[in-house]
């Protein structure tokens, strides 16, 4: 970046808490991955198996969020103006996708085993999923106090990880139960397959969240209509058109619009009064406002439809 190139946003991301919450949880999540893999195929437990699958997954997926805080915490450069926070989109949108395909995965397997049934070693399954539930526990309430912090759509698709996890452990403990009490193995498939359904509906979530932010739509939080009305509503602007409002990354919404003002109005006023609007009611601080005037821009049949409706008025 030269000098002359000013921006008033960084558009990078430090996020320590981020940072340090996510390696606590990636090794912890290794660890604990190794552990109940092991447990599953030695125990034949399809449940826990499936349980191990997901917590793979996690390990993938906390590893892209990591190279998603450090790509984010870097500055921008003539190439990428925008800096690279939008990598931690990216990085949720692959977890999202990865977490419905080890759903379907896993949801498949559950339909073989039930149609071909196997002895399960209850002992080891359940005391590994008892072992699971602790460390899911610790690390969704971990996860849930960064949320809190600084706010990442990484740690919240890891958090989603991982609150799949605490109820797929519980699933564990309750099929593994079920069969000790009757005897049943079609407990151990059919709860597998509840748990796909949980996976499912997060990353489904997760997905769906970073889909709209890849695809420059308007936040959820926000109403356009609203903040139209709140611009028009400001001395000298006549009308308001061209707007769109995106988000490059969660926190980081942005606005550009064109307004049409009086020719007896100041324009630097008006800019100034729309970009104060904008940061005090609805949080965006990068917008870019373009002052106009049908009379000295040209816009077609829209721009002479409204110097008549002006002129009418007068």
């Known amino acids: 970046m030269n000098d002359r190139d000013y921006h008033h946003m960084s558009h990078s991301k430090e996020q320590m808490k981020s940072k340090k919450t996510l390696w606590i949880t990636l090794l912890l999540t290794l660890a604990f991955t190794i552990v109940e893999l092991v447990g599953g195929l030695l125990s034949n437990s399809l449940a826990l198996l499936s349980d191990s699958a997901h917590m793979v997954s996690d390990v993938i997926a906390l590893g892209l969020s990591m190279t998603a805080i450090y790509m984010a ?3 921008p450069n003539s190439k990428y103006t925008f800096g690279f926070v939008r990598f931690e989109t990216i990085a949720s949108f692959l977890n999202g996708l990865a977490l419905i395909m080890i759903a379907g995965g896993i949801f498949y397997q559950g339909i073989v085993r039930m149609i071909h049934p196997s002895s399960i070693q209850l002992g080891l399954m359940l005391g590994i999923a008892c072992i699971g539930l602790v460390v899911n526990l610790v690390l969704t309430i971990v996860l849930s106090r960064s949320m809190g912090e600084e706010k990442n759509l990484n740690v919240q698709s890891a958090l989603w990880h991982f609150i799949g ?17 009757t005897g049943i193995l079609l407990f151990d498939p059919i709860i597998s397959m509840v748990i796909a359904g949980i996976i499912f509906t997060g990353g489904a979530k997760i997905l769906k969240e970073s889909f709209q932010i890849l695809m420059d739509t308007v936040p959820d939080d926000i109403q356009l209509e609203n903040i139209r009305k709140d611009i028009m509503a400001i001395e000298g602007v006549m009308n308001v058109h061209e707007m769109h409002v995106w988000a490059i990354t969660t926190d980081q919404p942005s606005l550009t619009a064109h307004v049409f003002v009086s020719k007896d109005i100041q324009p630097l006023c008006v ?8 940061k005090e ?5 990068h917008s870019t406002i373009q002052i106009e005037h049908p009379l000295l821009h040209d816009h077609g049949e ?4 409204f110097i008549l409706k002006a002129a009418k008025s007068a």
């Open 302 to 305: 829209y721009g002479k439809a």
């Open 271 to 278: 800019t100034l009064a729309v970009n104060e609007m904008l």
């Open 73 to 75: 915490s870097r500055k």
């Open 281 to 285: 009611k609805y949080n965006i601080v």
């Open 165 to 181: 996890d605490l109820i797929s452990s519980i699933g564990v403990i309750a099929s593994a139960l079920l069969i000790y009490w």
